[in-house]
């Protein structure tokens, strides 16, 4: 299955439109010190968000598959993006009622979540550039 996002720059702004498979739509800015507006999460700010709920929305599906009531689920994602290598910190915190047994479980399966896994095999980029129409200054 392929995934498609498409993003368009705001004329006179920093602001991106992004549509995600032809039907989500979201926007993201920079920050004002470095010319934005500080109106949405920045780009970079939106990978941790992706991590943290991918964590918890398979969490939560897991659970479900096992009837077990995790209570309220929170993952929280530190993501150091100056590091080298990059660096994130995740925190999931349960108030369901369960066992040892259960939480080693719930463990392996929060390192499974198909983002994680995406960061940690690694990542082909092949990108091209294409000019729309020829410039007048060509």
Excluded: N
Aim: glycine share 6%; proline share 6%; net charge negative.
């Amino acid at each position: 299955m392929s995934l498609t996002a498409t993003s368009r720059a705001i004329p006179g702004t920093l602001r991106q439109e992004i549509v995600i498979d032809g039907k989500h739509r979201l926007i993201t800015d920079e920050p004002e010190e470095v010319g934005g507006e500080g109106s949405a999460p920045a780009p970079h700010e939106l990978f941790p968000a992706a991590l943290a709920a991918c964590v918890s929305t398979t969490l939560v599906m897991y659970a479900r598959t096992k009837q077990w009531q995790l209570g309220d689920v929170q993952v929280d994602v530190a993501y150091d993006h100056r590091s080298t290598p990059r660096r994130f910190e995740i925190a999931i915190r349960l108030d369901g009622d369960l066992s040892a047994e259960q939480l080693a479980r719930l463990e392996k399966v929060a390192a499974a979540c198909p983002v994680r896994k995406a960061i940690e095999i690694g990542v082909v980029f092949e990108e091209r550039i294409e000019q729309l129409s020829p410039s007048a200054a060509a």
